[in-house]
């Protein structure tokens, strides 16, 4: 009896847990995966390897891997049936005859929203999988346990979010894990001992943002010798005495952004051309300052700037640009006035990104047409560089750092693609960036990052070929004049697949919109542009 009344208890609870988790399940998460067997139909597969599309094909998964990968006829000529893969009882076949389908996208830089952006995980976590992301590495920006736990729940598939990379931020603590008991890190062996707890902790990897080189230098030696991995944005605090150079040289498996990099390119100066009344903590000082940089530096193809680049492809070094998160620095109209604001952008966020004095990159005290005009010259030397990085053998990703400076999650990612297209690869390079080359990165493409034979079950299937058009990748889709001259939207991500499980894309961008509704309606929120009355 009494048993009986403890497990009744046991089970409510367990029920109360399980329907507060699917609570936050999209609909279409029910019952779609995975399958003991799943027969993916007559799609053009565009792979993150390099290779170029070839179709039809159909792909087999068992569970959450893929067993099958078989090319089943010609353009143009009705399929033989006879020589498709065979369906088990059982199974369940997708048909997206004349789609795309490519590998699930890597988002090298994402955060699961601020508590300043008013974001929530399931808000961020449905656009990024509206947009065929499936796998993030995460620099910890609400905290390693906030991080870790949501990481647990996706690799469990309880909630619909991407699988998560989780990077703490170098010397932040959590409940579990506060080896130092909250003093700073101010010595090596300090370092050596957050570095050793953070891996027991269950982290993947360090976010830094710079130190001093013997803190650095510590940290590096020992997240190394535990095989995880690491990334830094090269903040200007430190950035004189410790730049990129310096980083890949100790150990740094990546570097963010692309600060730090023209400081390891200077050749007639060793700090930045600071103007005297610089303030860090101006972020149009920042910024604008920041905008005036990469002319500071070696001029491209120049031997400094040759000897560098070749010492960081030698040390194996990851470069993942996140070229999007600064487009607004030059245009600045474009960032603010993007389509997809109105339907999915949540007014809280929409806040966040208005001129500030306090929110981090919110710089437009006073942005004009000399800062942006700056700012064009800076991306022609960044994009040079980044893409002969590429050209010579080095590895760039594709990375979004959305939720600031008018960056839609999801959407900034796309916008990535774009840019690294601008910059000069070739659309496969693009795909191959936001693939394979992050795969690599993460120490996983033994796991994710092209469609392979052992490989988990993530793809991204699209109607029109984003070969063609990488906007048919926006959850906005791109506009088409049909032949009968009407205006039309084609593309969007139609499935995401993440481990074997089907979404529907548009369902989860549908979702979204009602977060964005029912949040206006709420406080009675329009978006009205900075300065203006309503
Ligand atoms: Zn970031």
């Avoid at 430190?238 to 692309?258: C, D, K, Q, Y």
Wanted: charged letters at 25%.
């Amino acid at each position: 009896m009494r048993i009986s009344k403890a497990l009744i208890i046991f089970f409510l609870i367990n029920n109360m847990i399980t329907f507060d988790l699917i609570g936050q399940e999209n609909e279409t998460n029910k019952n779609n995966g995975p399958y003991t067997q799943l027969i993916i139909r007559g799609v053009t597969l565009i792979n993150g390897n390099g290779a170029p599309p070839i179709g039809p094909v159909d792909i087999v998964v068992e569970n959450n891997i893929i067993k099958e990968i078989k090319v089943v006829g010609y353009p143009g000529i009705a399929i033989d049936h006879k020589n498709r893969p065979k369906l088990k009882k059982g199974g369940k076949e997708l048909h997206v005859d004349g789609m795309y389908l490519l590998p699930g996208f890597i988002d090298m830089h994402g955060h699961i929203g601020g508590e300043a952006q008013g974001a929530d995980s399931e808000y961020v976590f449905k656009l990024w999988m509206a947009h065929g992301i499936t796998t993030v590495r995460e620099p910890s920006g609400r905290g390693i346990d906030y991080s870790l736990n949501l990481k647990k729940l996706s690799e469990q598939n309880k909630i619909v979010a991407p699988r998560i990379i989780s990077y703490t931020a170098f010397g932040q603590t959590s409940e579990e894990f506060n080896p130092l008991n909250d003093a700073p890190i101010s010595t090596p062996e300090m370092a050596r001992q957050w570095v050793r707890s953070n891996a027991k902790n269950g982290a993947d990897g360090i976010k830094f943002f710079g130190a001093e080189p013997e803190i650095m230098k510590a940290a590096l030696d020992e997240n190394k010798k535990l095989g995880l991995g690491s990334a830094c944005h090269h903040a200007q605090m430190s950035v004189a005495r410790w730049n990129v150079l310096h980083s890949a040289r100790a150990g740094l498996t990546s570097m963010e952004h692309w600060y730090g990099l023209p400081e390891a390119l200077f050749e007639d100066k060793t700090i930045q051309h600071y103007p005297l009344n610089y303030n860090y903590n101006n972020e149009q000082h920042r910024f604008e300052e920041a905008g005036k940089l990469w002319q500071q530096a070696a001029k491209p193809y120049s031997e400094h700037w040759n000897k560098v680049m070749n010492e960081l492809i030698a040390l194996d070094f990851t470069i993942d640009p996140t070229f999007n998160i600064y487009e607004a620095s030059r245009d600045l109209q474009r960032a603010r006035r993007a389509e997809w604001h109105e339907m999915y952008t949540i007014p809280s966020l929409w806040k966040f990104y208005q001129p500030s004095k306090i929110s981090h990159g919110s710089y437009w005290h006073y942005w004009g047409t000399e800062q942006e005009i700056a700012w064009k010259k800076n991306y022609q030397l960044w994009m040079t560089f980044i893409n002969e990085y590429k050209n010579r053998g080095g590895r760039v990703t594709a990375g979004s750092d959305s939720g600031f400076i008018f960056q839609l999650y999801g959407f900034a990612y796309i916008r990535e693609l774009e840019l690294l297209r601008e910059a000069g690869f070739h659309p496969l390079e693009v795909i191959r960036s936001a693939t394979l080359n992050g795969a690599e990165a993460l120490m996983l493409d033994d796991k994710i990052g092209s469609v392979q034979i052992g490989k988990l079950a993530d793809f991204v299937i699209v109607e029109e070929n984003p070969l063609e058009n990488l906007k048919v990748l926006y959850g906005t889709g791109a506009i088409k004049l049909t032949d009968n001259n009407e205006v039309v939207r084609v593309g969007g991500v139609k499935y995401t697949i993440k481990d074997g499980i089907i979404y529907d894309a548009k369902k989860l961008l549908e979702d979204v919109k009602q977060m964005v509704l029912v949040a206006k309606q709420k406080e009675n929120f329009k978006i009205v542009q900075p300065g203006f009355k309503e």
